[in-house]
T-cell receptor
């Protein structure tokens, strides 16, 4: 099961673009990359998922280089409400008995 | 479509008691996973159920158990509660683990406090 490494914390001002990079050197061929956002005392909220290149939705973009050993979550023009912990996970839900493993996540603090 | 619901949202128990937590997945979802979250250990996987069968299990003692019903609703039980069981218990549902891009959606959690 691929492990992930993320920065423990990041600070940003409101209105800036925030990029959080996750390293997953041992990612397997069938693994997908998924990002979750979690606010205190709430369940994680799915943000975005991808396999390669670039994925974009209404809240974020996910950039994955060709070697797939890392990925970058991009949050455009963050606001105070984006202050949360962001988790990067890699895994293959299709494979036998491999649950997703959450790391420590990145604590993003958005400052006014 | 309604999200994942968990009941109760808050629970206070004393050591030695047992507790049952409930999770109703998103309509149409057949897989339910349970996680424990504590400040020290973060989010840890407990077990996953699919089609009423335990598909996977994390490294937790046998005091932690679960089950899934035919309507995909799931319950987890913790017997002989210990102080260290105080945590946020999260349930996540997904369509079917056999799907390549199967995505888990989390409920709000049950905050268990053991005194």
């Amino acid at each position: 099961l691929a492990k992930t490494t993320q920065p423990i914390s990041m600070d940003s001002y409101e209105g800036q673009e925030v990029n959080i990079t996750c390293s997953h050197n041992n990612i397997a061929t069938n693994d997908y990359i998924t990002w979750y956002q979690q606010f205190p005392s709430q369940g994680p909220r799915f943000i975005i998922q991808g396999y390669k290149t670039k994925v974009t939705n209404e809240v974020a973009s996910l950039f994955i280089p060709a070697d797939r050993k890392s990925s970058t979550l991009s949050l455009p023009r963050v606001s105070l409400s984006d202050t949360a912990v962001y988790y990067c996970l890699v895994g293959d839900r299709n494979s036998g008995n491999t649950p997703l493993v959450f790391g420590k996540g990145t604590r993003l603090s958005v400052i006014a | 479509k309604a999200g994942v619901t968990q009941t109760p949202r808050y629970l206070i128990k004393t050591r030695g008691q047992q507790v049952t937590l409930s999770c109703s997945p998103i309509s149409g979802h057949r897989s339910v996973s349970w996680y424990q979250q504590t400040p020290g250990q973060g989010l840890q996987f407990l077990f996953e159920y699919f089609s009423e069968t335990q598909r996977n299990k994390g490294n937790f003692p046998g005091r932690f158990s679960g089950r899934q019903f035919s309507n995909s609703r799931s319950e987890m039980n913790v017997s002989t509660l210990e102080l260290g069981d105080s945590a946020l218990y999260l349930c996540a549902s997904s369509l079917e683990p056999g799907l390549t891009t199967d995505t888990q959606y989390f409920g709000p959690g049950t905050r268990l406090t053991v005194l």
